[in-house]
């Protein structure tokens, strides 16, 4: 079955790019979509087709996609922006997965 | 507004069944596509089932597939889970989420299969 892979862990300092990658064979054929999940919190769809922001998710989120590898950025990383991060695809035209999700922390 | 509203959660022994609900609305329920995703505790989230828009077309992961039902009903605005023989690794949270793209998500309703 397919799979999504994520680093389990990011740190970034404040103000500076966090990336977080997502790896699957030959992703770049598929669309890829990010949540941000905040701690005791419902996640929220941060991009979707690989690069577009939904109305409302700052400027400073952007994605990617090409090859085996997605990736989020965050530029100018803020407090705010812990939390835990997955990717998501359609693994096959049945089946949706997610991968196993990044914790992004700001020191 | 869009808001998506679970409930049916609970606990239940092993082997018991459960029917979890998601209630629509702010938007045309019947337009869009529906999928249940889950999250264990502390671990990850789990896509579970897909219903298209008009209910014609479904699709679940391996770890449910000839337990769980997914269906939706246009008329109450609802899509629904029914998750029978349902063992411990079913615990957890139970979000309903709209579209393909996942881009509104309810607050989600707690499972816990225990004996």
């Known amino acids: 079955s397919y799979e999504l892979i994520q680093s389990p862990s990011v740190s970034v300092s404040p103000g500076q790019t966090a990336s977080i990658t997502c790896s699957g064979d030959?992703?770049?054929?598929?669309?890829v979509y990010w949540y941000q999940q905040k701690a005791g919190q419902s996640p929220v769809l941060v991009i979707y087709q690989d690069i577009k922001r939904p109305s409302g998710i700052p400027e400073r989120f952007s994605g990617s996609n090409s090859g085996n590898t997605a990736t989020l950025t965050i530029s100018g990383t803020q407090a705010i922006d812990e939390a835990d991060y997955y990717c998501?695809?359609?693994?096959?035209?049945?089946?949706?997965?997610f991968g196993g999700g990044t914790k992004l922390t700001v020191l | 507004e869009v808001q998506l509203m679970e409930s049916g959660g609970g606990l239940v022994q092993p082997g018991g069944s459960l029917r979890l609900s998601c209630v629509a609305s702010?938007?045309?329920?019947?337009?869009?596509?529906f999928n249940w995703v889950r999250q264990a505790p502390g671990k990850g989230l789990e896509w579970v089932a897909y219903?298209?828009?008009?209910?014609?077309?479904?699709y679940y992961a391996d770890s449910v597939k000839g337990r769980f039902t997914i269906s939706r009903d246009i008329a109450k605005n609802s899509l629904y889970l029914q998750m029978n023989n349902l063992g411990a690794d079913d615990t957890g949270v139970y979000y309903c989420?709209?579209?393909?793209?996942?881009?509104?998500w309810g607050q989600g309703t707690r499972v816990t299969v225990s004996s």
């Open positions: 030959t992703l770049g054929d598929k669309y």
């Open positions: 219903i298209s828009s008009s209910g014609n077309t479904i």
């Open positions: 989420a709209r579209h393909q793209a996942f881009d509104y």
């Open positions: 702010g938007f045309t329920f019947s337009h869009f596509e």
């Open positions: 998501q695809a359609w693994g096959s035209s049945t089946s949706i997965v």
